[in-house]
């Protein structure tokens, strides 16, 4: 049997009118500022917020917002969207979230019996949040999705946790340190993923000024624009 092949026929060769939209590889550092994403590797020490107004500071522009509020001793991934991005942030909520801790026990427990509990909370958990919570205080299910237990060291439990977004893992370690009858809290967090965002690829906040003003001053968009993407990469994990 003999395949026919088709010749493509082109009408005409021409490109999208820049008025009505660009390609988001050929977009203006400019534009980018109005619709980007950041991918910030926070601080111990600010706020979300304060993380926000900063770079709000940065490049003096009027619209800065994060996705998935860091306790403000919590490092790592802080998704930022610039201008008309921060309209898309929700979009991040959809994706996995992972974090590395510290677990703080209050009495000497076998650390075989800690993996048994650690591993029971793998599946859905019902959690109530916080006194000092942004949401209301109504019991909720969050999916667990790993809880590997790293090293542990004393009463020192050093874990990575992947999670429904929403998930409170300061709850998530009060309750594990009620199953194990010993009493337990978060010592130390770093969130190492938001969906496809990882910790490997993120940026510190100097990392940020320094490329604006390589932009402003020097005219070089090499590190600026290694920095801010394009509002579309936002959706890669959907």
């Known amino acids: 049997m003999t395949v026919k092949k088709h010749k493509l026929l082109v009408k005409i060769k021409a490109k999208t009118n820049p008025n009505f939209g660009l390609s988001p590889s050929e977009r203006s550092v400019k534009d980018l500022l109005q619709n ?19 770079v709000k500071k940065i490049f003096n522009i009027e619209k800065v917002g994060h996705s998935g509020t860091l306790d403000p001793n919590a490092t790592g991934v802080l998704p930022i969207g610039l201008g008309d991005a921060a309209k898309a942030l929700q979009v991040l909520l959809l994706g996995e979230k992972e974090y590395v801790g510290v677990m703080k026990l209050h009495k000497d427990i ?3 019996k800690v993996k048994q509990v650690c591993k029971s909370f ?28 790293i090293q542990i060291k004393g009463r020192d439990v050093l874990f990575r946790v992947g999670c429904e977004s929403g998930t409170y893992v300061r709850t998530l370690c009060v309750d594990i340190g009620k199953k ?38 020097e005219k070089d968009e090499t590190a600026i624009r290694s920095i801010i993407k394009p509002v579309e990469n936002m959706f890669d994990h959907l």
């Open 36 to 54: 980007g994403l950041i991918n910030l590797d926070k601080t111990s020490g600010p706020t979300s917020h304060q993380i926000d107004a900063w």
């Open 110 to 112: 076998d650390s075989k």
């Open 122 to 149: 793998v599946g859905e958990v019902t959690q109530l949040p916080p006194v000092r919570s942004a949401v209301k205080r109504v019991k909720r299910k969050r999916k667990i999705y790993y809880f590997d237990i």
């Open 180 to 217: 194990l009858k010993s009493g337990a809290h978060l010592s130390e967090l770093r969130r190492s993923k938001v969906g496809h965002l990882k910790e490997e690829d993120s940026v510190i906040l100097q990392d940020v000024k320094d490329a604006f003003i390589f932009w402003k001053e």
